[in-house]
């Protein structure tokens, strides 16, 4: 069964850390996303990568960045983590920009 | 700015009944539209997708779009209490240039057993 694996499913961080966040496919897929997700404002896009070392702005990037040094890899990092950073995050891939998405689990952040 | 926009619900429906979910998106250029269930405190899940004006079935499931009018639903027959899940609409953009996909804010279905 393919799969998009998200390294952490509750996370808890203080304030000023800096927070790394990892998602990994198994599907060879050359897109990749990270969305968070908070009620009532639905599914935001912050970065998505479509190849390796390639990476581009979503809708709401400020105050995170991302990397992507292997196709299957793809890392969200919050620089300096602030409590309006709590959300829930949601890994996608997907083969092309007009397919379906696969979402990992999520992982659901608590800044404190 | 690409908009998708759907009815937040919830919506309420008999078990047994039909559910009709509603989406409408701003860009008539779209070529691709999908719909994902998501379960409270799950991820989202792909359940249909649909590229031609018309009908797909697969199951109780029944995606509609006409392009025309720049709307796309999705049928669920015979509904179960299973179901009752939040549904999003997503809707790519045109085929040309590196458009990810704009997804509604999803309408909460209820289905009452």
């Known amino acids: 069964d393919v799969k998009v694996t998200q390294s952490s499913r509750y996370l808890v961080k203080r304030t000023g850390e800096k927070v790394f966040l990892e998602c990994v496919q198994d599907?060879?897929?050359?897109?990749m996303f990270w969305y968070r997700q908070d009620p009532g404002l639905g599914l935001r896009l912050i970065y998505f990568s479509y190849d390796v070392k390639m990476k581009e702005k979503g809708d709401i990037p400020e105050g995170y960045s991302v990397s992507r040094e292997k196709k299957e890899r793809f890392s969200l990092i919050l620089e300096s983590a602030s409590t309006n950073q709590t959300s829930m995050y949601l890994c996608a891939s997907s083969l092309t920009l007009n397919y379906g998405y696969t979402f990992g689990s999520g992982t659901r952040l608590t800044v404190v | 700015q690409k908009e998708v926009e759907q009815n937040s619900g919830p919506l309420s429906v008999p078990e047994g009944a039909i559910a009709s979910l509603n989406c409408t998106y701003s860009?008539?250029?779209?070529?691709?539209f999908f719909w994902y269930r998501q379960y409270s405190g799950k991820s989202p899940e792909l359940i249909m997708f649909?590229?031609?004006?018309g009908d797909k079935e697969d199951g109780r499931f029944t995606a509609q779009l006409n392009k025309a009018s720049q709307y796309v639903s999705l049928l669920i027959r015979d509904s179960q209490p299973s179901d009752s899940a939040t549904y999003l609409c997503?809707?790519?953009?045109?085929?040309?240039?590196?458009?990810?996909?704009?997804f509604g804010k999803g309408t909460r279905l209820s289905v009452i057993a």
């Open positions: 860009d008539r250029g779209s070529q691709s």
């Open positions: 997503a809707v790519n953009g045109r085929n040309s240039g590196n458009t990810p996909l704009v």
């Open positions: 599907m060879d897929h050359e897109n």
């Open positions: 649909i590229y031609s004006n």
